[in-house]
């Protein structure tokens, strides 16, 4: 991987930033948006937008690791996105195929930990394929996690997971009174992964398009005009500092 841009100048290499690391987010999710209207608004193709989209994923996965974010969940692919073009469907498939095998390598350099959420079942077996290659050999890096949603809806995270939840039920593993809050998220695809403390929506829409809504409950909300692939080290460290300076209630009275 290049060089972030942060600069470094503190004695352990650390970036000089003006948030204190234990002020920062733990954990970033990202709604990567606006690759279709970057590339229209030039006169290219989605597909080249969604090309210049996967650099900008590979330059924030670079700044998060220089600002020591712990994890880092980036929404690649929607269940809905299949409805797309499948000239546009094939090209982001495509870029998957062409920067797993690419970027396994700098991953385990840096110490970067990947996976993936969301229903694999849906993906072609060279896709699954590359995604379990990189999986398995960054399983045991201890450096920034990389999590990517891909073939993800929320909805059918937490319909798969209370019937889980509800089969343990029927066959006597679980009671009726065992479940809990804490039973329910065990059984999502983000289970040990911590909740985003912060969301990241570019290209200036407000909405969360069916992304985390158990996980998100309590995050706090950016969203920034820029289009993903123009989104950099500045719009990410602007995000930061605006969630360091949000009051963290959780329906509290006083902040935490």
């Not at 590979?58 to 692919?77: D, K, P, Q």
């Not at 500045?234 to 930061?240: E, F, G, M, Q």
Request: hydrophobic share 40%.
């Amino acid at each position: 991987m290049a060089r972030a841009s942060v600069p470094t100048s503190q004695p352990d290499g650390t970036p000089d930033f003006d948030v204190p690391v234990a002020d920062r987010p733990r954990h970033i999710a990202v709604i990567m948006d606006g690759n279709g209207r970057w590339a229209t608004e030039r006169g290219r193709s989605r597909a080249e937008g969604h090309r210049a989209g996967a650099q900008a994923a590979r330059r924030i996965v670079e700044e998060c690791g220089a600002l020591s974010i712990g994890t880092l969940t980036l929404y690649s692919f929607s269940m809905e996105n299949w409805k797309r073009p499948a000239d546009e469907v094939d090209a982001l498939m495509g870029l998957l195929l062409e920067f797993l095998p690419k970027e396994r390598d700098d991953l385990l350099r840096n110490n970067v930990r990947f996976q993936v959420i969301g229903d694999r079942a849906g993906l072609a077996e060279d896709v699954i394929r590359e995604i379990e290659l990189t999986e398995d050999a960054t399983a045991d890096c201890s450096g920034l996690h990389v999590v990517l949603a891909i073939n993800y809806s929320s909805r059918h995270e937490i319909t798969r997971a209370a019937r889980h939840v509800a089969a343990k039920v029927r066959d006597g593993v679980l009671s009726e009174n065992d479940v809990t809050e804490a039973v329910l998220a065990d059984h999502l695809y983000t289970r040990g992964i911590p909740d985003p403390d912060l969301l990241i929506r570019t290209s200036g829409e407000h909405r969360i398009s069916n992304y985390l809504l158990w996980q998100i409950s309590y995050s706090e909300l950016h969203v920034t005009d820029a289009y993903w692939p123009d989104f950099d080290g500045d719009d990410l460290r602007t995000a930061i500092r605006d969630f360091a300076g949000r009051q963290r209630r959780f329906g509290d009275i006083e902040a935490r």
